[in-house]
């Protein structure tokens, strides 16, 4: 009689934001909270999607935005999180 052998690999993923100069803490509307804010292109490089993506994924609720005084984008790292969790970003899982 033969042995079988399996093996079980149980992964984890840290995702780890730097926030880049213009970026910080900030009050998301939509959250009701002082999060983390990260501009778009930090967004798109945590979900792996095209940079161009981010708008669609604002327009939808996936995630929340505020705008600076100098007209700046910026994106809530608490919906990012959750985007990046959550399988159904079907929109555009294309690599930058």
């Known amino acids: 009689m033969a042995n079988r052998t399996t093996i079980e690999i149980y992964t984890r993923q840290k995702t780890f934001l730097h926030p ?3 970026a910080g803490p900030a009050f998301c509307p939509q959250c009701q909270a ?9 967004a798109a490089a945590v979900l792996q999607i095209a ?8 327009e939808s609720g996936q995630l929340h935005k505020i705008e600076t005084q100098a007209n700046s984008l910026l994106i809530c790292s608490n919906s990012l999180f959750i985007a990046a969790a959550d399988n159904e970003l079907d929109l555009y899982w294309k690599r930058p």
Do not use: Y
Request: hydrophobic residues 55%; charged residues 15%.
């Open 20 to 22: 880049l100069f213009g």
């Open 34 to 42: 002082e999060v983390m804010m990260v501009t778009p292109e930090s």
């Open 51 to 58: 940079w161009h993506a981010i708008p669609d994924l604002i």
